[in-house]
């Protein structure tokens, strides 16, 4: 049943930034100002760490120019935060949404943002305050569930499938193996990104190892072994998240970050270790080894951006806020393809409970048996997303 | 005296890949099809080590439409090699040469491969053979003698800069110090380049650290808190190659490359253990430290290219080859800017013997008295060659 609320909505963005995330703030402050029932537009700073200490700022009077940077800007323009409320810390933030007459709250964020927008839509429903809050996806880990994909992640695999195909050509210069670390610690979505490099038989990711299989250590020896016998080189892709039969990451610099999982980005410590047990392969040969780790530069990287990422994640944040000021319904925004040649798709809303904590991982289609490679359902599903690749020039 | 040689020419690339080395070898292909002295050309496999084994590639039927999609393709096509050969082998190059009617020889590389162009030219002149030999400039490292600049630079410290400017929008929306290591053993252009990122005071990097300098750790840990006190976070930029007031690297893997030199490249060993010297300035604090190393993928990224390097690129290898054909004198192509603003430049000839071998590293008056970050001088001069970056929108 559809009912208008009347009050000043907030906005704030969460979790690890993506390359497209202002797209989604811009995408809902543009919508926001088309409604006369949301009397104001607050941003809020750090997201829920910023709401609690009322750290607002005003997003009625930018112009429309100045926005319109901010959406081609990566990372959060509002500032984010890695904080998974508990129900003191949720309850705070709805004090402060009625000390402001807020009616409206959206929040730009994965599973746990999702998870934190239905515990105050909870409370408000509790406490009979009119109230109405969207969650507009974001996640370079396209690890959301109901969607058929996750705003950020296609510009984050654009970068990877250039890096690799840029990579792969100077292995082909200089061979070698060469060990790329992704991101990801449960979907290997990002580093499945990888094969879109291949325009060849021989172009590498010649191996891509994802964390929805076991990681085998003899296996991975075995495998490289292979390739390096069938191409005189091997450039490997590996998800940071990957681990051995019993669930253990197989390395890492041994800090936790501020959830308390072990800190996988912003670390050598994996690519090295790779590096180590691919020279161990092969024993008494001299073989050029080398591993890199993507870290952070593959979410924030300006000007490698898929314009459909981009429409999209605009595209959600305007959603979010019609579907709110026309009904006044909580929920998440999700998409749906609706054909991939022409790539099309349309925006829903589903439950924030059926968004919200659980996340999802890769298919099993869209692995290989050998669970070292990726299948061609995974790039019949990517490709249309990430966009047109440059064509590799060869003698 | 202009002598005009009639025979072959022979082409090769030669040290680490960038992303418009093959602007070079297509300009140098194209130049020299318009040159009847110059009965055919061939593209050695891998360079000196493809010369030595015969191992060619005729380059005078590729069409034009083919050699512009390699041209725009980063690393090398004909495939590099990294091999500073002695006299044994210039020797057998020599013969290869005399085998197969080679007057003309073009190789494309650093300081190393200008070395290897001298030996080979003089060892033709002691023989009276008519030959002709010329160094056509690239390494990202920007460390080649009398040239302004080398191409390859520019492209890999385009990448370097937008690199920076995402990573900075990233560690502004969550805060924390982070630690970029960016390639260059023994010079800081490439470093020095993360500046370029930086558009309003409170943007990032905000400590560079080069290897022109001596790299003290108690320095840069009180830079880094005094930072943390000013801004609240902390960017730094820092150059694979730093050491400490003895010559000798802060951390490497401990592996040599096939020159014999401390392999810096490739490994995680240096940003790991700077974030654990960062951790270490903040005792019983908690504090979010990230480090990454940026490794290949700055030198041979698709799409991330300056367009006066790709141009330039092109011009040192037509440059060349024009040379060669209508004055038979060897020497290395180097680039003299004519004007900063707008940007002007021309090619000229300069002695192999300037150019081999040794390297240059940054002015003085590009480094600041603190020796953690670049001048007003720097900037002056790298800005132009990196071109336009995108605007960053703040709310």
Chains 1, 2 share one sequence.
């Not at 746990?112 to 839509?121: C, K, N, P, Y």
Request: with cysteine.
């Amino acid at each position: 049943m559809a009912k208008q609320l009347i009050g000043k909505m907030v906005i704030g963005q969460s979790g690890g930034p993506t390359a497209v995330i202002n797209q989604s703030l811009v995408g809902a402050i543009l919508a926001a100002r088309k409604h006369a029932c949301i009397t104001g537009i607050l941003g809020a700073h750090h997201g829920i760490a910023g709401i609690m200490k009322e750290d607002f700022i005003d997003l009625t009077t930018q112009s429309v120019e100045q926005l319109e940077l901010v959406a081609a800007t990566p990372a959060a323009a509002l500032g984010s935060v890695r904080l998974k409320p508990g129900r003191a810390e949720c309850e705070k933030v709805f004090e402060v949404f009625k000390k402001h007459d807020v009616r409206y709250f959206f929040y730009v964020g994965g599973n746990d943002s999702a998870e934190t927008a239905h515990i105050i839509a909870e409370m408000a429903k509790e406490a009979n305050y009119d109230f109405c809050t969207v969650h507009i996806p974001k996640t370079i880990d396209n690890d959301l569930k109901v969607t058929d994909h996750c705003p950020g992640f296609a510009s984050a695999a654009r970068f990877v499938a250039l890096a690799f195909m840029g990579d792969d050509r100077d292995n082909n210069a200089l061979p070698g193996i060469k060990v790329n670390v992704v991101m990801g610690r449960s979907a290997g979505f990002l580093t499945a990104a990888a094969a879109l490099a291949r325009q060849s038989e021989t172009d590498g990711p010649h191996l891509i190892y994802l964390p929805e299989r076991v990681f085998n250590v003899a296996s991975f020896q075995q495998d490289v072994r292979d390739a390096v016998a069938k191409y005189g080189r091997c450039v490997i892709a590996v998800s940071e998240g990957i681990t051995d039969k019993d669930g253990n990451p197989i390395s890492t610099s041994g800090e936790r970050d501020s959830h308390g999982n072990i800190q996988l980005s912003g670390s050598g410590a994996l690519g090295d270790t790779l590096a180590a047990l691919v020279k161990a392969a092969f024993p008494g040969e001299k073989v050029r080894v080398r591993a890199d780790t993507f870290g952070y530069l593959q979410r924030s990287f300006p000007t490698i951006i898929s314009p459909i990422d981009a429409k999209e994640a605009r595209q959600v944040g305007d959603f979010a806020v019609n579907h709110a000021a026309t009904t006044g319904a909580p929920g998440s925004v999700s998409i749906r393809r609706l054909s991939s040649v022409p790539y099309q798709s349309e925006c829903f809303i589903t439950p924030l409970s059926s968004v919200a904590r659980e996340a999802t991982e890769m298919k099993d289609e869209y692995i290989n048996a050998a669970g070292n490679d990726v299948t061609q359902a995974w790039l019949d599903y990517v490709a249309p997303l990430v966009g047109e690749l440059p064509k590799i020039g060869r003698l």
